[in-house]
């Protein structure tokens, strides 16, 4: 095993004694029982409705992500001697068809599990109507975690790194959006990023998880624990500080605002704002270079 994923396991085993060893054993002992009141609410995200079966329902899904772990340390075999063969447009197609069905799933999943307990579009803060204006601040935010990413890059943070880790550490959807040729293989990789994973993980991360852990732990730890098991599900060593760090923000911007289309909105900008700039250096591969002189610094896509 190479050492991007033996740090990005070190990190979920921390998650899962967080969660395993800590919020549910803590859960138990402080607030189940019928003499036991429960925690107080605090914040804009409201707890009521969660509870004991979410504990089956957030362990299910830490075991679905601990199965996508697992299954990539067994893709990271060794590189092969000759050039591997191209994937072709189909199975690409396939493959992106099968992550839009995935991200449905999550959503279901929760649904499901929240049904006829939680006023979903109380308990998501979701009439927008009255919620609209607090979406309006996503693109300051994606500038500041850009500046963040640019000031690691400045300091040497992604080339340090780099040296641990084989290949060019980029993710391999923004690999797969920068150096695809196929128009529909494009189209389905943005409405994958734009669409897909902004409304799939932050009805799991923020608006399930964070908020059954709020619950059961408190507030910082939900932010904590949400924020890191955000950045290590995405399986990126390079990437896994600032999505963390992100994914703090988001839960952040979801209690300040007390409505899911604050995280959503900012999720979206930033995934968008990927999507353009591959878009652009796809057109212009000229570009990077000019950012570099003109600007001293590369974002971190």
Not at 12 to 31: D, E, M, R, T, W
Not at 34 to 62: N, Y
Not at 63 to 74: D, E, P, R, T, W
Request: aromatic share 14%; charged share 15%.
């Amino acid at each position: 095993m190479d050492l991007e994923l033996t740090v990005i396991g070190l990190a979920f085993a921390v998650c899962a004694g967080i969660l395993f060893l800590g919020v549910i054993p803590y859960y138990s002992v402080k607030h189940l029982g019928d003499q036991k009141m429960p925690p107080i609410s605090k914040g804009r995200v409201p707890i009521r409705g969660f509870g004991l079966p979410d504990i089956i329902g957030v362990s299910v899904l830490f075991g679905f992500y601990a199965i996508l772990f697992h299954l990539s340390q067994l893709a990271a075999v060794p590189e092969p001697a000759e050039p591997a063969e191209p994937i072709e447009a189909a199975e690409l197609i396939s493959g992106l068809i099968f992550s839009l069905l995935l991200q449905g799933l999550q959503i279901a999943f929760v649904l499901f599990v929240l049904f006829r307990r939680v006023n979903l579009l109380e308990a998501f803060g979701l009439r927008w109507r009255s919620t609209w204006w607090k979406v309006i601040y996503a693109p300051a935010v994606v500038f500041v975690m850009w500046a963040f990413m640019a000031v690691l890059d400045f300091l040497g943070y992604n080339e340090w790194l780099g040296q641990f880790i084989e290949g060019d550490g980029m993710q391999e959807s923004v690999k797969l959006l920068r150096e695809t040729t196929e128009p529909l293989v494009f189209i389905l990789m943005a409405l994958v990023a734009c669409v897909g994973a902004p409304l799939a993980e932050e009805v799991v991360f923020r608006g399930y998880i964070y908020t059954t852990v709020k619950r059961m732990a408190g507030l910082p730890v939900a932010v904590i624990f949400s924020g890191l098991l955000f950045g290590v599900v995405h399986m990126n060593l390079i990437a896994l500080l600032p999505l963390t760090i992100l994914g703090i923000i988001l839960a952040l911007s979801y209690e300040y605002t007390g409505s899911l289309w604050a995280p959503i909105a900012i999720h979206f900008f930033f995934n968008a704002a990927t999507v353009a700039m591959q878009t652009l250096l796809k057109f212009n591969p000229d570009l990077l270079d000019e950012i570099e002189k003109n600007a001293g610094f590369v974002p971190l896509w």
